[in-house]
């Protein structure tokens, strides 16, 4: 009998000894990383940014992030994470970003130091906390392909020089002749440091490559697969009851108030708020323009003005967003998804806009007229697509002389 008992013992102690095995090989299937990347994780745009130099195992969502980025893209190699070598003019002059605000500045900032890296091949470094708040706001790690000052100056041996110089000590970047100076007396050894002051937009480098630099921001998977999920519930909604309806289009529109009331008054003092009026001319303009029928998706952070002003005196129009300026990665891929967008101001929704962009598509800003110009109207001036409208709902694209102003060379 006891005799027999052992047996069963060692039995359960042998199968459970394979099921082990067989655990660990399907976990192993399933999160296995194929060497190429593994051998390339600093150099490739693949790499997750390394917080001490290697991957944090069990953050599952960025091992399937990674393979799916070497599905769409192969394997790119990223010469940013590659180590400096000092006296090299250009080759040794960093390009970065002091960083203050919300996701709108933060990404602004981003893609400025980007396209003037791309731009002037300069080598482009940010903060890590900027890159943190850009991971935590939504946007896959693998996408930012810009290392951290503190992790280059940490791999590559810099003795802080990389830290410190961030902090105190870079060539700030007021107007467009600060950086022309800078590039006309390259470093000839050691390093140079060139940084964008706070709240950086540098349109006039980032329009000429604006469908590229979308590839710097991608959303997260779990964002934009929520969000065609809403958007399909959306036109279910919308097309009940409609017979022989064509497939609508969506247009993400955004309404911005509350803190960017005052910001305007400050910084623009002459030009109007956007009122209802803008948004709804503009929402009837689009119509008259796209052969299809329209669901506009409105985003805001003053959903309750959004919900009384537009939402509820319409029925072409659903306010599905979260709002949620904490996690505004759900209202973002709906941005990113929707056919056209809609907006008057501020660099959130000029982000929405971004993601959404592609041939074929319109962009409708605001013009707050009386001389104003915002930021958002020099890239509206500068994209095919892209309309400048003020509340009368007369199109004032013309009235703003395009240049080309970019400087080659
Ligand atoms: C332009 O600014 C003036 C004040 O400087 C204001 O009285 C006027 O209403 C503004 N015009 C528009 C169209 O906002
Ligand atoms: C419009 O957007 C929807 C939802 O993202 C997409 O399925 C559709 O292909 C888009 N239509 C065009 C013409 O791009």
């Excluded at 006039?204 to 065609?228: C, F, G, H, M, Q």
Aim: some cysteine; glycine content about 6%; proline content about 5%.
């Amino acid at each position: 009998m006891l005799c027999r008992s052992k047996h069963i013992a060692a039995l359960l102690v042998i199968s459970g000894f394979f099921y082990l095995i067989f655990l660990w090989e399907k976990f192993r299937k399933d999160f296995y990383i194929p060497p190429p990347f593994e051998e390339c994780l600093d150099s490739c745009i693949v790499s997750t940014q390394p917080v001490d130099g290697e991957i944090e195992h069990g953050r599952i969502q960025d091992l399937l992030d990674l393979r799916e980025v070497v599905a769409h893209n192969g394997v790119r190699s990223n010469p940013w994470k590659e180590c400096p070598v000092p006296g090299r003019g250009r080759e040794s002059t960093f390009i970065t970003a002091q960083v203050i605000g919300r996701l709108g500045n933060v990404v602004w900032s981003y893609l400025s130091v980007v396209a003037t890296a791309k731009q002037y091949k300069l080598r482009p470094v940010i903060d890590k906390a900027s890159i943190d708040f850009l991971k935590k706001m939504g946007f896959k790690e693998s996408s930012l392909r810009v290392p951290s000052v503190e992790w280059l100056d940490r791999k590559c041996g810099m003795n802080g020089w990389l830290v410190r110089t961030y902090a105190d000590g870079a060539v700030v970047l007021n107007e467009k002749r600060d950086l022309f100076l800078s590039l006309e007396q390259p470093p000839t050894e050691g390093y140079a440091m060139l940084s964008y002051h706070y709240y950086a937009s540098n349109a006039e480098e980032i329009i000429p490559i604006w469908s590229d630099i979308r590839k710097e921001l991608v959303l997260r998977d779990k964002y934009t697969l929520n969000a065609r999920r809403s958007l399909d519930e959306m036109k279910k909604k919308h097309l009940k009851g409609l017979v022989g309806s064509v497939d609508p289009e969506f247009v993400g529109l955004h309404v911005r108030r509350t803190d960017y009331l005052r910001h305007l008054s400050i910084v623009h003092p002459n030009g109007m708020v956007a009122s209802p009026k803008y948004y709804h001319t503009a929402m009837d303009w689009l119509k008259k323009q796209v052969d299809r029928s329209l669901i506009f998706i409105v985003i805001s952070d003053d959903p309750k003005w959004a919900e009384t002003e537009i939402v509820d005196r319409r029925s072409d129009a659903y306010l599905p967003g979260s709002g949620d300026i904490y996690d505004p990665g759900l209202d973002l891929a709906l941005f990113a998804a929707c056919n056209h967008t809609i907006f008057a101001y501020g660099t959130f929704a000029l982000t929405g806009a971004l993601l959404a962009s592609r041939p074929g598509s319109f962009t409708v800003v605001f013009d707050p007229l009386n001389g104003t110009i915002t930021k958002e109207m020099e890239y509206a001036s500068n994209l095919p697509g892209w309309r400048i409208m003020d509340e009368d709902g007369n199109l004032n694209y013309d009235r703003f002389e395009i240049k080309f102003r970019y400087a080659y060379g």
